[in-house]
């Protein structure tokens, strides 16, 4: 492929744009088809979650409102109005819910949903295209249900696709976030097969890149930024969080508090006193400056879904704070009619941070031109080009 023509990708599962804007930063690529259903809460239905105005808002294409599961594969290029257009890079991140531990259901039934993992396979192959990446959850790659990926590797596999999958810890590509997902790459015959291990081979990143600490400073310094955060709803509430000791706390430190009795709801007693305390702990938490954030999940906008409040202030992470830890650009904007949908419109997303790190690699496989590791640092992130650090040989 040409170094100079534009690389064709589509984004199926589109979301709120977070894999589409690291191809659509690179500056090399054109995004040429989107769909996304817009679920939000699974008894809402499609439609609702409105990460489609996000996306276009940010990446300048209208996805497809469509569920991809009612789709042939046959059919998505008319589905997507993409025509007979080449499909250079394929990106397809179907739902985690149904594979993630966070689920406790995940180890008991296997969700509907997992089998969009095999269908992503037979859109691939469908639209012919040179790459396929794909990010999840670590339980995709070894989970209970594990045969979807399985079932996806070997359809490639048999399509003549070589295909990598591993699971990373995603703070060691410079993301501010506790954040383990797997991540896939599959490329065609006679492509080379780079990793992101390739890419970053000899390199890595400084621990105070990764901390809460540079991520909220670069949220408030950010002029326009979305600081907007929801209430509490109660008087108790508050007076809990404000009970709660600065950088890292949680509500296990009302444990020994003379208004424990009051403040602690009728769930954390009864954990107390059971002694299970499990991932409990991180509920009703905070940040701590020096450490890189929790997990952002899609049901972030509420402290007690999380270690989500503030390190200080009595009060959950601001829309910007929570996008900058989830690797976005402070001047990425959602679409603010509904902010619970703000909220999971991050939480749901490949951080853009990674995504344009993906970008870099899927050109180099396309091209064999391999980037120099400054290129792989995103403008508006946390992450600085005097974070990397070279590795001794």
Not at 125 to 142: H, K, P, Q, T, Y
Request: proline share 5%.
């Amino acid at each position: 492929m040409s170094g100079s023509a534009p690389i064709s990708v589509v984004d199926l599962f589109s979301g709120a744009g977070g894999m589409s804007f690291g191809f659509k930063a690179h500056g090399a690529f054109e995004m040429i088809g989107a769909a996304d259903a817009e679920i939000g809460k699974p008894t809402s239905g499609n439609g609702r979650l409105q990460c489609n105005t996000t996306y276009r808002n940010n990446i300048g294409i209208d996805p497809r409102r469509i569920d991809l599961g009612e789709v042939a594969p046959t059919d998505v290029r008319g589905v997507l109005g993409i025509g007979e257009r080449a499909v250079n890079v394929l990106s397809v991140c179907p739902p985690c819910t149904g594979f993630t531990r966070t689920n406790p259901q995940n180890h008991l039934r296997d969700d509907c949903r997992n089998g969009f993992v095999s269908k992503a396979a037979d859109f691939a192959v469908a639209l012919e295209a040179d790459i396929v990446v794909m990010e999840n959850a670590r339980e995709l790659i070894r989970g209970n249900f594990q045969h979807h990926y399985r079932a996806f590797r070997e359809c490639l596999e048999d399509s003549g696709y070589s295909v990598f999958g591993r699971n990373y810890m995603l703070s060691r590509f410079g993301l501010p976030q506790v954040r383990e997902r797997a991540i896939v790459i599959a490329a065609k015959e006679g492509l080379p097969l780079y990793t992101l291990e390739s890419l970053w081979d000899g390199w890595s990143v400084k621990d105070s890149a990764k901390t809460v600490r540079r991520a909220l400073s670069v949220a408030s310094e950010a002029k326009g930024a979305d600081q907007r955060y929801p209430g509490f709803g109660s008087e108790t509430v508050k007076r809990r969080m404000a009970a709660i000791p600065r950088d890292g706390g949680s509500w296990m430190d009302l444990l020994d508090h003379p208004d424990a009795e009051e403040l602690m709801t009728g769930s954390m007693k009864r954990i107390a006193e059971a002694g299970r305390f499990g991932s409990w702990p991180d509920v009703y938490g905070r940040m701590a400056w020096d450490r890189p954030a929790p997990t952002i999940k899609r049901e972030c906008a509420h402290i007690g879904n999380g270690r989500y409040a503030h390190p200080e202030q009595d009060r959950l992470c601001t829309v910007a704070e929570m996008a900058i830890l989830n690797g976005f650009p402070h001047h990425y904007r959602f679409n603010g009619s509904s902010l619970a949908n703000t909220y999971r419109h991050i939480g749901d997303a490949v951080p853009p941070l990674i995504s344009y790190q993906l970008a870099h690699l899927c050109r180099w496989i396309l091209t064999n031109e391999r980037p120099g590791i400054p290129a792989l640092v995103l403008a508006g992130t946390s992450l600085q080009v005097a974070d990397l650090i070279r590795e001794a040989a």
